[in-house]
Every structure is written in structure tokens, then in C-alpha cells.
């Protein structure tokens, strides 16, 4: 998404002015967000009429037209009625923050959200002075940080490859903005600023890429942020429901809260406690017996989407970064932990009795389990929790953390951490760290190979 710009910078063979750049960046990524999927992520973040919204504070910090304060401006002057509060420009003007980078936008987005004041019953002088305290014309990665933090943000950030933005803007972000956010895409140093703004127990809603959780060049993001958020169970959501545009993406919604008291260490190295002894609970990926009758291919749609869940070998795993191919497990196990019923899937039961004859040879088979079974149960809860992958096997042993439910195959160990708190543990294994580790744990085999297996993983002193 976000890549079919028709406002290139070739376009501009000279130089660009800041203008022109900044039209260029907004061609890029200016996808607009559908009102029903704001409104489920303002409820996600519990900016709703039934609290005192007065006495919270709101980011928006890519605003466009403004579908996003509208919506929350209507539910701060909905929330000021119910709790017997005047609307007025001194109790509201801190309680929502907006930026946007361009300045047609910027005007669509305060005349938008003048209107749903004005709807609201709110004095005509209190409207206009709301939206120019509201929503500023700026760049919200270039501007200081508010002096008070906020309790909630939201929104949908630009989404751009680093490659892609406008040089002239780039220059001005690679010289102000964390070295370790750059260079990837730019949302996700919008979601670190917006996420440093946040107070503690602070709840924000994006929606933005999925790639955050696994590419490589959100790995110091995933490190910074991980151990310091609740992420909520990830809120799935297409294209189509998503943007009021298609666009070529994988968008999900990140709905989190800054933990309390952030938890960012791991327990202090002293007696050489291993993992096992922490409560890390490591575990193989499920056998299933015959991986072709369940692994279907990227370009394979032949059978109920329901069951299908992301499924990696360890090729897909390099250091840090997971590069999924595409390929679909069918999860043969429902979530009450029970083998489904291919009546109820029949295109499932279609392409395993293709592998009826093969599946019925196994041995687990003929001694008496359901033909299609796969050795281990595959079963999605299992893999839902956050988690650091594994390969069994390699010459130099690498893993990479994976937030996104994946079914790792079985040549794959996974990593689950007590309370689920694995950024530290990440952040102490990732660029060779695992290697370390596992000197003088693992022995090396043949062509110098490691062996990662369960009980050397356990063995890892913190
Ligand atoms: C994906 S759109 C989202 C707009 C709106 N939040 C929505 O969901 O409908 C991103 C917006 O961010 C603006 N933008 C891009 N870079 C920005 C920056 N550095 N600061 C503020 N706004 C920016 C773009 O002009 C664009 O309007």
C-alpha cells in the first residue's frame, strides 16, 4: 500500500522544495481509515463517552482529513454531557493532540472537525478555537514532544519504505530521529515517538503493518518495546474493511498498554539460573506425519480459510527476522483441543483423501488413530502466546522472535516466556547472543553444526 505513488520523486528531476516533498510523501501515504474500524479502535482504547474523557489526553499523530479526531471529539463533548461538564474551550483544548503533515489536509481535518462540534451543540467561538489547539500543521516527527504525556493514541500511520520518502524529508528524519528506528519504514519511528508520549498504564490503537512484528528492521523496536507493552490479542482486519481505499497491504490493528512498572530486565545474573529454572517453557513444533497433505502452498486456496494458520520451517528463520513464505498448516485440532470434524470441513476432507493412502500407511494409524490425524495435535492456541523460534539444527544457532501466532514446523523449538514477557530474553539472545549461550551446552555434530534441542535451550544460564 502506500507504494503507488504517482507524485514520484523522479517526477522532480531538480531538487524538491519542502513543498513539493511533503506532497509527494502525502501521495504516498495518504490511505484514509474507514469510520467503523475508528470506532472499534477508540473503544479498544477505552476513549468512549462513559469515562470522563476531560481528564485524559489523546494523540493522534497522522491526522489527514481527521476521521479519527472527529470521532474522538464526539465522544469528549458526548462524555462532557453525561458527566455534567460545560464544553468549553479551558476544560478541552489539552485534551486532544493532532498533527498532519500537509496543509490541505490540515484545513479538510479542522473543517471536518468543526462541523462534528458545531453538531455537538458546542458555542461556535469554542469550536474554532478547539480545532486550531487541536490540530496543529506540523511534522509530528520533527516536533518537540508535548510537555504533558498522554493517556491514549491512536491512529494510522504512514507507511512508507525508508527508500521511498523524499529525500529532502529523509535527510531531516535520519538527522534527528533514533539511528535504531530509521532505515526501515517509516511507521515505525511513529509508533516509538507516539509510544515514548505515553504516559504509563497509557493505551494506544494502530493501525499499521503487520511487519513490525517480525522483519528485521523493527528488531531494535520489538527490543525497546516489547518488554514495556500489553499487547492485546492482535486485532485482525483486511484491506477492504480497513481503508477507504484498496491498497496493497497486510494491515492489523496494534492495540496495547504501557505496562505499569516496566518490566525490562530480566532477573539479575546471579547464581546462574537457567531458563528452565525461570519458568521459559520451551517446546518442539507439532510432527504432522506428512507435510505436504497439510502444509498448503501461498498460491493454494483449495481449502476453509478458518483452519489455516501461518506455518514456517527453519529456512524461513534467519537472525532476528522471520521471512514467511506464504505456506498455510491446517490446524487439525479445534480450540477446544478436539480432532475437527471433516464434515464440517469438506474441503479439507477433499484434499486429504487425495493423501488417504499415504496418511492411512503411518503408524500411528494402524494403531488405531483417525487416518487424517497428524502425529502431534496442531492446535492455533498452542502457538498464540509471543515466542523466540529456533531452528534445531544449525551451523551457527539464530532466532527470531515471532508476536504473530505462527505454527512452527517441527525442525523449530519455541521459547515462551513466564507472563509472556519475552523481550529480554530476546534482546539478550538476538545478534549472536544464542550462540554464546549455547557454547559448551550444545555439542557441534557433523560439518560443525549445532544442535539447539530442548534440553541444551533450558540449560541456558541468565
Ligand atoms: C495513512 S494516512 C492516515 C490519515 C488518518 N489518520 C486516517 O487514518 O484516515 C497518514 C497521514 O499522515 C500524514 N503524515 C505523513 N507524514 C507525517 C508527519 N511526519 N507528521 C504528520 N503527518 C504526517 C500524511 O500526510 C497522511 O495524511
Not at 373 to 391: F, G, M
Request: charged share 25%; aromatic share 8%.
Amino acid at each position: 500500500m502506500f507504494r503507488s505513488s504517482h507524485l514520484q520523486e523522479a517526477a522532480f528531476p531538480v531538487a524538491m522544495t519542502q513543498r513539493d516533498a511533503v506532497n509527494a510523501l502525502h501521495a504516498q501515504c495518504g490511505i484514509y481509515t474507514k469510520s467503523a474500524v475508528v470506532n472499534t479502535m477508540l473503544d479498544a482504547i477505552g476513549w468512549h463517552d462513559r469515562a470522563d474523557l476531560t481528564q485524559y489526553r489523546l494523540l493522534e499523530p497522522a491526522a489527514g482529513d481527521g476521521v479519527f479526531v472527529v470521532e474522538a471529539a464526539r465522544r469528549l463533548v458526548a462524555a462532557c454531557r453525561r458527566h455534567g461538564i460545560s464544553p468549553n474551550a479551558a476544560v478541552l483544548r489539552d485534551c486532544i493532540r493532532a498533527f498532519e503533515l500537509h496543509p490541505r489536509e490540515t484545513r479538510k481535518a479542522r473543517a471536518n472537525v468543526l462541523k462534528a462540534l458545531r453538531d455537538a451543540g458546542v458555542h461556535p467561538s469554542t469550536c474554532k478555537t478547539l480545532v486550531c489547539a487541536w490540530i496543529l500543521r506540523a511534522d509530528f516527527l520533527l516536533s518537540r514532544p508535548a510537555e504533558l504525556p498522554f493517556t491514549h493514541a491512536v491512529g494510522n500511520p504512514p507507511y512508507v519504505r525508508w527508500a521511498k520518502i523524499p529525500a529532502r524529508l529523509r535527510t531531516q528524519y535520519a538527522r534527528s530521529l533514533p539511528r535504531a528506528m530509521i532505515g526501515g519504514d517509516l511507521f515505525v519511528p511513529f509508533l516509538d515517538r507516539a509510544l515514548d508520549q505515553l504516559c504509563l498504564d497509557g493505551r494506544c490503537a494502530f493501525l499499521c503493518s503487520d511487519r513490525w512484528r517480525f522483519m528485521r528492521f523493527a528488531e531494535h523496536f520489538r527490543a525497546k518495546w516489547l518488554p514495556q507493552l500489553n499487547i492485546s490479542p492482535q486485532g485482525a482486519v483486511t484491506v477492504e474493511e480497513a481503508y477507504v481505499r484498496d491498497v496493497d497491504a497486510y494491515p492489523s490493528i496494534l492495540v496495547a498498554q504501557r505496562k505499569h512498572s516496566a518490566v525490562a530486565c530480566l532477573p539479575a545474573i546471579r547464581s546462574g539460573k537457567t531458563l528452565k529454572d525461570y519458568g521459559f517453557e520451551v517446546k518442539v513444533g507439532p510432527a504432522l506425519g506428512h507435510t505436504s497433505a497439510y502444509v498448503i502452498d501461498p498460491e493454494e486456496d483449495e481449502v476453509e480459510e478458518e483452519v489455516l494458520r501461518p506455518w514456517i520451517d527453519a529456512s524461513e528463520i534467519s537472525d532476528g527476522e522471520i521471512s514467511w513464505s506464504g505456506r498455510r498448516v491446517i490446524a487439525t485440532y479445534g480450540d477446544d483441543g478436539a480432532l475437527i470434524d471433516l464434515q464440517a470441513f469438506p474441503l479439507v476432507r477433499r484434499r486429504l483423501e487425495r493423501f488417504r493412502p499415504v496418511l492411512r500407511k503411518r503408524s500411528i494409524v494402524r494403531n488405531g488413530a483417525s487416518w487424517y490425524r497428524t502425529i502431534d495435535r496442531v492446535c492455533s492456541r498452542d502457538w498464540e502466546r509471543p515466542k523466540l523460534l529456533v531452528p534445531e539444527i544449525a551451523k551457527v544457532p539464530r532466532l527470531a522472535l515471532d508476536v504473530s501466532c505462527t505454527i512452527p514446523s517441527h525442525g523449530v523449538y519455541a521459547i515462551f516466556a513466564p507472563n509472556d514477557n519475552i523481550g529480554p530474553l530476546y534482546e539478550r539472545l538476538s545478534n549472536g547472543g544464542l550462540a554464546r549461550a549455547l557454547e559448551g551446552i550444545a555439542p557441534k555434530i557433523k560439518g560443525g553444526y549445532s544442535r539447539c534441542y530442548k534440553r541444551f535451550l533450558e540449560q541456558i544460564a541468565l
